[in-house]
């Protein structure tokens, strides 16, 4: 089963509004990252949370992360057309190697519209 | 400073031929994953490799799939015997060596879509 599960699967805003997306986890975690997916491109990048931290902020983005529950949301603030993308969340669990494979979710597949 | 490449883009293979797709990461990096991504999932992890080493394979399918990442050149996931099911984008991605949190941060390549007829 999926590490990370991503909510909604799809969403489709107006531009300049604001879009969340929240992402749920059920193993013990060191960090959890967003990562962003153009259609038919590579990921990229977006933020890093740490497991001791509680939220993080990166130009409009804004992340929380609750490892009580074992939860996290990305929010983008005044949302535009270049945003439209899939936005993945992913997991960080050490096993002690040093860098361990990510553990991605399905996605949320997000519409800004003009 | 080239990203990490990968090639080819697209790969089209007749079922029972083999497939080998290539990955060079950015420059100063010495760790290399391979993930693939169906239609409309997200991306699941297949192996983590340093120089001819293989860490963790834990992803891997047990028979006709192996990685290799040699002292000199790209790293190579090869795909032997290839069946209508291996159609997938398969993804590079590499971090740095150093230690701490930089060593979780992947960067991407522009991914190789295997189309097998």
Same mark, same amino acid.
């Given at each position: 089963?999926? !590490?990370?599960?991503?909510?909604?699967?799809? #969403?489709? @805003?107006?531009?300049?509004?604001? %879009?969340?997306?929240?992402?749920?986890?059920?193993?013990?975690?060191?960090? #959890? !990252?967003?990562?962003?997916?153009?259609?038919?491109?590579?990921?990229?990048?977006? @933020?890093? @949370?740490?497991?001791?931290?509680?939220?993080?902020?990166?130009?409009?983005?804004?992340?929380?992360?609750?490892?009580?529950?074992?939860?996290?949301?990305?929010? @983008?603030?005044?949302?535009?057309?270049?945003?439209? %993308?899939?936005?993945?969340?992913?997991?960080?669990?050490?096993?002690?190697?040093? %860098?361990?494979?990510?553990?991605?979710?399905?996605?949320?597949?997000?519409?800004? !519209?003009? | /400073?080239?990203?990490?490449?990968?090639? &080819?883009? =697209?790969?089209?293979?007749?079922?029972?031929?083999?497939?080998?797709?290539?990955?060079? &990461?950015?420059?100063?990096?010495? =760790?290399?994953?391979?993930?693939?991504? *169906?239609?409309?999932?997200? *991306?699941? $992890?297949?192996?983590?490799?340093?120089?001819?080493?293989?860490?963790?394979?834990?992803?891997? &399918?047990?028979?006709? $799939?192996?990685?290799? $990442?040699?002292?000199?050149? &790209?790293?190579? *996931?090869?795909?032997?015997?290839?069946?209508?099911?291996?159609?997938?984008?398969?993804?590079?991605?590499?971090?740095?060596?150093?230690?701490? *949190?930089?060593? /979780?941060?992947?960067? $991407?390549?522009?991914?190789?879509?295997?189309?097998?007829?």
């Amino acid at each position: 089963s999926q !590490q990370g599960e991503e909510d909604p699967q799809a #969403l489709s @805003i107006q531009e300049g509004e604001n %879009a969340t997306m929240n992402c749920s986890y059920k193993t013990s975690i060191n960090n #959890l !990252q967003w990562y962003r997916q153009n259609s038919g491109r590579g990921l990229v990048h977006l @933020i890093l @949370i740490r497991s001791n931290e509680r939220e993080k902020h990166s130009g409009r983005l804004r992340v929380t992360l609750d490892t009580s529950k074992k939860s996290s949301s990305l929010l @983008i603030t005044a949302s535009r057309a270049a945003d439209t %993308a899939s936005y993945f969340c992913a997991t960080v669990v050490f096993s002690g190697g040093g %860098a361990d494979g990510l553990t991605f979710g399905k996605g949320t597949h997000l519409i800004i !519209q003009p | /400073n080239a990203g990490v490449m990968q090639n &080819p883009r =697209h790969l089209v293979r007749r079922r029972g031929q083999e497939a080998r797709l290539r990955c060079s &990461p950015m420059k100063g990096h010495s =760790h290399v994953y391979w993930y693939r991504q *169906l239609p409309e999932e997200g *991306l699941k $992890f297949m192996v983590y490799l340093q120089k001819e080493n293989i860490i963790d394979e834990s992803g891997m &399918p047990k028979e006709r $799939f192996s990685a290799e $990442f040699p002292k000199e050149g &790209p790293s190579i *996931l090869r795909i032997q015997q290839v069946v209508r099911g291996d159609s997938a984008a398969y993804f590079c991605a590499s971090s740095r060596s150093q230690g701490g *949190l930089a060593k /979780n941060i992947q960067y $991407f390549g522009a991914g190789t879509r295997l189309s097998v007829l």
